[in-house]
């Protein structure tokens, strides 16, 4: 299969999405904008540094791609749009059983949200790499920013993952971290393994995170000051909003939202040998969000009080969690 029929195979069966006036096939996508602004992010996956193939499926980065992307419109206010995708890796993995996972896991994700696939590149490569570009529109509302956040404010995070109307919130936090430890831990026996219920719903959060998209206009309407995603741990992100905005961000581990999800990942912590205030506190890729809120004006559905802002401290700005240190907590590439 050449370069072009391999394209086309893998863009077959894409969702186009809303407003996009002419999608792959040609050098740039066209796509309608009523509010005439944009936001755009662009996120990456490369194998053996964010993913392994022993344990993820293309299905799986596919999804993981097109999820972590679509959060990262959501978090400033935006309803995701459409994006773009570029894939490269060995020609036998593209051209196999791999590629077509990975553009099924794609589309999958993104018609959940009715986003559209509309365009993107590929490229042999030693390794398997998945990058994403999305647009977000903001339709008419100003975009909800890092840096907005203001003393007195409710510091506040999101359900952890999308729930269907009706159904019961889930605002465990951590999920993504455990199922990381687990993998990590049982190796090739994981998957045989992780049919005990917890560890099945921890592995699954690390591999098709599923976060609530949903909330981040939500929060936008509810007149957030402030919101970010929760992409490298609630403690990292969370000082990241603190000096972006120039205050103190304090987190209350005893808040309902971060103790129960302490004791929901409890029994596998201890099955592993870990700290679960680690997974909650410093995990990354749950995907859920963070934000603040004035005070009194209560909060919108799906969010959970976590902790308050305030004036800073004699050290800055910056995030400080009750009988916990933060310093140094959160995933770094480059640390």
């Given at each position: 299969m050449d370069e072009d029929a391999l394209i086309a195979a893998l863009t077959r069966d894409l969702p186009p999405g809303e407003g996009a006036l002419l999608g792959p096939g040609d050098d740039s996508a066209v796509l309608a904008l009523a509010d005439g602004r944009a936001t755009i992010s662009t996120d990456i996956l490369v194998e053996g540094v964010h993913f392994r193939s022993a344990w993820s499926a293309g299905f799986d980065v596919g999804w993981r791609l097109a999820a972590q992307n679509l959060a990262?419109?959501?978090?400033?206010?935006?309803?995701?749009?459409?994006?773009?995708?570029?894939?490269?890796?060995?020609?036998?993995?593209?051209?196999?059983?791999?590629?077509?996972?990975?553009?099924?896991?794609?589309?999958?994700?993104?018609?959940?949200?009715r986003v559209g696939v509309v365009g993107g590149d590929l490229s042999s490569a030693p390794v398997l790499v998945a990058s994403g570009t999305v647009v977000g529109d903001l339709e008419g509302r100003e975009p909800v920013t890092r840096f907005g956040a203001r003393p007195g404010d409710v510091l506040a995070v999101s359900d952890a993952v999308a729930t269907p109307p009706g159904s019961t919130p889930v605002w465990a936090l951590g999920g993504s971290a455990a199922g990381l430890a687990w993998l990590a831990a049982k190796g090739e026996e994981s998957e045989r393994i992780a049919?005990?219920?917890?560890?099945?719903?921890?592995?699954a959060a690390y591999l098709r995170p599923d976060?609530?998209?949903?909330?981040?206009?939500?929060?936008?309407?509810?007149?957030?000051?402030?919101?970010?995603?929760?992409?490298d741990g609630l403690a990292k992100d969370a000082g990241r909003l603190a000096k972006a905005s120039g205050v103190?961000?304090?987190?209350?581990?005893?808040?309902?939202?971060?103790?129960g999800s302490m004791a929901r990942w409890a029994p596998l912590a201890r099955a592993l040998g870990a700290d679960q205030r680690d997974w909650v506190l410093a995990?990354?890729?749950?995907?859920?969000?963070?934000?603040?809120?004035?005070?009194?004006?209560?909060?919108?559905?799906?969010?959970?009080?976590?902790?308050?802002?305030?004036?800073?401290?004699?050290?800055?700005?910056?995030?400080?969690?009750?009988?916990?240190?933060?310093?140094?907590?959160?995933?770094?590439?480059?640390?």
């Amino acid at each position: 299969m050449d370069e072009d029929a391999l394209i086309a195979a893998l863009t077959r069966d894409l969702p186009p999405g809303e407003g996009a006036l002419l999608g792959p096939g040609d050098d740039s996508a066209v796509l309608a904008l009523a509010d005439g602004r944009a936001t755009i992010s662009t996120d990456i996956l490369v194998e053996g540094v964010h993913f392994r193939s022993a344990w993820s499926a293309g299905f799986d980065v596919g999804w993981r791609l097109a999820a972590q992307n679509l959060a990262d419109a959501a978090t400033m206010g935006a309803v995701p749009r459409w994006l773009v995708v570029a894939v490269a890796g060995p020609p036998a993995a593209l051209g196999g059983e791999w590629g077509a996972d990975f553009a099924r896991g794609l589309g999958a994700y993104c018609r959940r949200w009715r986003v559209g696939v509309v365009g993107g590149d590929l490229s042999s490569a030693p390794v398997l790499v998945a990058s994403g570009t999305v647009v977000g529109d903001l339709e008419g509302r100003e975009p909800v920013t890092r840096f907005g956040a203001r003393p007195g404010d409710v510091l506040a995070v999101s359900d952890a993952v999308a729930t269907p109307p009706g159904s019961t919130p889930v605002w465990a936090l951590g999920g993504s971290a455990a199922g990381l430890a687990w993998l990590a831990a049982k190796g090739e026996e994981s998957e045989r393994i992780a049919e005990e219920v917890l560890a099945k719903a921890a592995v699954a959060a690390y591999l098709r995170p599923d976060p609530p998209l949903d909330l981040g206009k939500r929060a936008a309407l509810g007149r957030a000051t402030a919101m970010i995603d929760i992409s490298d741990g609630l403690a990292k992100d969370a000082g990241r909003l603190a000096k972006a905005s120039g205050v103190r961000a304090a987190v209350d581990p005893s808040s309902p939202a971060l103790a129960g999800s302490m004791a929901r990942w409890a029994p596998l912590a201890r099955a592993l040998g870990a700290d679960q205030r680690d997974w909650v506190l410093a995990g990354g890729e749950d995907h859920a969000f963070l934000a603040t809120f004035p005070a009194g004006a209560g909060l919108p559905g799906g969010w959970h009080g976590i902790g308050k802002v305030s004036e800073p401290g004699p050290n800055g700005p910056g995030v400080e969690i009750a009988g916990w240190n933060p310093q140094t907590a959160g995933w770094d590439h480059f640390a």
